[in-house]
């Protein structure tokens, strides 16, 4: 069965760097997205990304926050300035069109 | 703003009981609702959902049901098995590619 692949499953950092979270979503899925969740809370929507342009994005999307599909299979997710309440579970999801989302199993950023 | 309510944290039922995990929102709307279950370090596992226009879609061991007046739907899960320990999330969306909301969560213990 197709899978929303996600690496590093785990990454460090250090408070003020940048880091970039990687998807592979599924090959023929149209919207893709980034949800985080921080510990003991519930699944948080960031963006939604649909024709190499961000559709929809929360208010936790703010400037230090961007996505890029670089090379039309990899999506990714920058944070500029890694701050301590960034540390959560950020999962990637990608949609074909119609409630058939998938998740991605997640990267858990730990910001030191 | 919690648009998605799931009231209890937690629950523990008996293996080969009925489970009964409860979900109330807020959004009118909202057009399709799902749930979906986690494992610690994993994304977010589709189970079942359901449009507004219907008040029930069963698949396996797995019914959904929706009071649209109530706004409030609940997922039965029987008999229970052991596998079936998770957290269990409900999740509510407008369009078919639009954001998921998501509940809090309810941490299901199945006890054999």
């Known amino acids: 069965e197709p899978e929303v692949t996600q690496t590093p499953s785990h990454q460090v950092t250090q408070m003020g760097q940048e880091v970039i979270l990687r998807c592979v979503p599924i090959?023929?899925?149209?919207?893709f997205y980034w949800y985080r969740q921080i510990l003991g809370q519930k699944v948080e929507f960031l963006v939604s990304f649909y024709n190499n342009e961000i559709s929809e994005k929360s208010e936790i999307f703010d400037d230090q926050f961007s996505v890029e599909r670089p090379d039309g299979s990899n999506f990714t997710l920058k944070i500029r300035s890694t701050k301590l309440e960034d540390s959560a579970m950020y999962f990637c999801?990608?949609?074909?069109?119609?409630?058939?989302?998938?998740f991605g199993s997640g990267t858990r950023l730990t910001v030191v | 703003d919690q648009q998605v309510k799931q009231n209890s944290p937690s629950l523990s039922v008996q293996e080969g009981r009925i489970s009964i995990l409860n979900c109330d929102y807020t959004?009118?709307?909202?057009?399709?609702f799902l749930w979906y279950k986690k494992y610690p370090a994993e994304g977010p596992t589709f189970l079942i959902s359901?449009?507004?226009?219907?008040d029930k879609n069963e698949d396996g061991r797995f019914t959904v049901f929706l009071n649209k007046s109530a706004k409030h739907l609940s997922l039965h899960i029987v008999p229970s098995q052991p596998g079936d320990s998770a957290v269990y999330f409900c999740?509510?969306?407008?369009?078919?590619?639009?954001?998921?909301?998501f509940g809090t969560g309810t941490r299901l213990t199945i006890i054999p």
């Open positions: 999801a990608s949609n074909p069109s119609n409630y058939g989302y998938t």
């Open positions: 999740a509510a969306s407008g369009l078919g590619n639009e954001k998921l909301t």
């Open positions: 959004n009118s709307m909202f057009d399709y």
């Open positions: 090959s023929n899925h149209l919207y």
């Open positions: 359901i449009s507004s226009i219907k």
